[in-house]
């Protein structure tokens, strides 16, 4: 699975924020121990615990920050949060079950989006679903 897909997040805040912390190298591997007990809260550990391998990556309003979605990452919390996050996949992927409707715009959004075709790439696929 780890070499067979990949997932690509956008993520462009809207206002000044800590960032992500990421771990590089993680969507081409299994976790280490420390990774595993933090993610899952093993031996003491909680998921919101940084990690020794991460990487800490503060964002400003406006800023684009690309990443593998299949790299360990988190979002580091402590000032206002709001963000245009978009996640970029393999339509043969199953992946489409995961998109949230209330995330999607309507016809008339569409209608004034320039290039709207991966929204219309979603939409189709979610309504083979049903």
């Avoid at 780890?2 to 912390?21: A, C, K, N, S, Y």
């Avoid at 949060?81 to 393999?90: G, N, Q, S």
């Avoid at 043969?92 to 995330?103: E, G, T």
């Avoid at 715009?105 to 309504?127: A, F, G, V």
Wanted: aromatic share 8%; charged share 30%.
């Amino acid at each position: 699975m780890i070499h067979d897909t990949q997932v690509l997040h956008l993520r462009v805040p809207l206002f000044d924020e800590h960032g992500m912390e990421l771990v590089p190298g993680t969507h081409k591997r299994w976790d280490n121990d420390e990774e595993f007990d933090v993610r899952q809260e093993e031996k003491g550990r909680a998921s919101s615990d940084s990690l020794s391998s991460g990487k800490k990556i503060q964002l400003a309003a406006g800023d684009l920050l690309v990443f593998s979605a299949d790299m360990i990452h988190r979002g580091l919390y402590g000032l206002d949060r709001l963000a245009f996050d978009i996640l970029v996949f393999d339509s043969s992927a199953n992946y489409v079950d995961y998109v949230d409707d209330d995330c999607l715009p309507d016809r008339s959004m569409l209608d004034k989006i320039d290039d709207p075709r991966l929204y219309m790439n979603t939409l189709h696929l979610k309504s083979k679903l049903v």
